[in-house]
T-cell receptor
Framework: GDSVTQMEGPVTLSEEACLTI???????????LFWYVQYPGEGLQLLLK?????DKGSNKGFEATYRKETTSFHLEKGSVQVSDSAVYFC????????????FGEGTQLTVNP | KAGVTQTPRYLIKTRGQQVTLSCSPI?????VSWYQQTPGQGLQFLFE???????NKGNFPGRFSGRQFSNSRSEMNVSTLELGDSALYLC????????????FGSGTQLSVL
């Protein structure tokens, strides 16, 4: 079945440091890929998405590129802020799965001033 | 525009009881899906409803059930509660089953004592 694997956390960075959170996936078809973010006490918010190979999703300074050859969708940001502290989830959705998302384990990011 | 509303926000029950959680999707959204979030298992898909019909179901026992009403509001029910059912239950809505963007509510935190 489908699965998503994220790098182990938690990740602690200083403000303005570079961020990379690794995500790899296993899927039977041609999935769409997503990064969601969860702030304390809140639900998940879509951060960015990519629907086909070589697509780059971007939002709020975050980027991720859909790499079919390496089955990866790593999240990157050049300069993190304290307000980026949250849990980040990589997810995939198969074309035929309706609204069903398969999530990774989540990576807790803490950014210190 | 109001977001996805889940009620109640917190719930405490004892083993053996049953519980009903409610989800009101964003106005105009017709697809509602439910997820269970726990520290050990992460985010797991429960089920998806569209046009009052269950379209997809995750790997959960029959004690977990749901329904959707004609106004797209959804409820999920858990009978004969077990300690392991303690979790954050998240509801997500979208325009239709295959829309890429899901909007999540803040969740209902269920504690089973």
């Amino acid at each position: 079945g489908d699965s998503v694997t994220q790098m182990e956390g938690p990740v602690t960075l200083s403000e303005e440091a570079c961020l990379t959170i690794n995500c790899t996936y296993t899927a039977t078809g041609y999935p769409s890929l997503f990064w969601y973010v969860q702030y304390p006490g809140e639900g998940l918010q879509l951060l960015l998405k990519a629907t086909k190979a070589d697509d780059k999703g971007s939002n709020k300074g975050f980027e991720a590129t859909y790499r079919k050859e390496t089955t990866s969708f790593h999240l990157e940001k050049g300069s993190v802020q304290v307000s980026d502290s949250a849990v980040y989830f990589c997810a995939l959705k198969e074309e035929t799965s309706g609204s069903r998302l398969t999530f990774g384990e989540g990576t807790q990011l803490t950014v210190n001033p | 525009k109001a977001g996805v509303t889940q009620t109640p926000r917190y719930l405490i029950k004892t083993r053996g009881q049953q519980v009903t959680l409610s989800c009101s999707p964003i106005s105009g959204h017709r697809s509602v899906s439910w997820y269970q979030q726990t520290p050990g298992q992460g985010l797991q898909f429960l089920f998806e409803y569209f046009s009052e019909t269950q379209r997809n179901k995750g790997n959960f026992p029959g004690r977990f059930s749901g329904r959707q009403f004609s106004n797209s509001r959804s409820e999920m029910n858990v009978s004969t509660l077990e300690l392991g059912d303690s979790a954050l239950y998240l509801c997500a809505s979208s325009w239709d089953r295959y829309n890429e963007k899901l909007f999540f509510g803040s969740g209902t935190q269920l504690s089973v004592l």
